[in-house]
Structure formats: structure tokens, C-alpha cells
Nanobody
Framework: QVQLVESGGGLVQSGGSLRLSCAAS????????MGWFRQAPGKEREVVAA????????YYADSVKGRFSISRDNAKNTVYLQMNSLKPVDTAVYYC???????????????????WGQGTQVTVSS
């Protein structure tokens, strides 16, 4: 069993920055792929960014390329999402996800992941 706890969400003005953290505990698999997803009201959950177990491979949704950066610290079992130049359209609940069976690529589908955090709200005001 793996527990994921997100932190770092909040209210920020357009153009501002936030850094989300996701700490994994329990039967941690620090070498496996992880991802960040988000879900806005009335919309489906979508991938924001993902990272392979080694950290070598990353993926970014087109909407966040050049603004967001995903990274991981395997020694701390933590993955980060640095969000810069935030826009009101980035407002959503952000979820961290972990897989305990995949490590090679940065996986982008919700079904690729086995465990999810409870989510952290990010609100960007105009």
C-alpha cells in the first residue's frame, strides 16, 4: 500500500507561481513513475505532467509546456510540480498519482496509475 499526500496548493493571482509537493509513504517504490493530474469543475481529469522512475523521461500537456516543471527526489520519495505564469484556466484540484508496476516512461493515462492522493486545490484569480 502506498499513501500519497499533496501539499502546496492555494490561491494565487494570474502570473504567479506555486510549487506542489507529493510525498509518498508506506510501501514506497521510489523508482517507479509518477504523475500530476488535474480536474476542474465539470471537466474530466487530465494529465498535467508525468515523470519516469529515473526522472529522465518527462511529459507535459501542451497547455502547460514552458510554464510547469515536474521533478522528483527519490531519496525523499517526493515528486514536485513547479507552476509558473499561472493562468485562471489552471484552476483545478491537482492530484498526484503513483504506479508500482511501471517505471520506464512518463505515463499519461489515469489507468496507468495505481495510487492517488486526495488532491490539493489550486485557484488562480484574474
Amino acid at each position: 500500500q502506498v499513501q500519497l499526500v499533496e501539499s502546496g496548493g492555494g490561491l494565487v493571482q494570474s502570473g504567479g507561481s506555486l510549487r506542489l509537493s507529493c510525498a509518498a509513504s508506506g510501501r514506497t517504490y521510489s523508482s517507479y513513475s509518477m504523475g500530476w493530474f488535474r480536474q476542474a469543475p465539470g471537466k474530466e481529469r487530465e494529465v498535467v505532467a508525468a515523470i519516469s522512475g529515473s526522472g529522465y523521461n518527462t511529459y507535459y500537456a501542451d497547455s502547460v509546456k514552458g510554464r510547469f516543471s515536474i521533478s522528483r527526489d527519490n531519496a525523499k520519495n517526493t515528486v514536485y510540480l513547479q507552476m509558473n505564469s499561472l493562468k485562471p484556466v489552471d484552476t483545478a484540484v491537482y492530484y498526484c498519482a503513483a504506479t508500482v508496476t511501471r517505471r520506464i516512461r512518463a505515463y499519461t493515462l489515469p489507468n496507468d496509475y495505481d495510487y492517488w492522493g486526495q488532491g490539493t486545490q489550486v485557484t488562480v484569480s484574474s
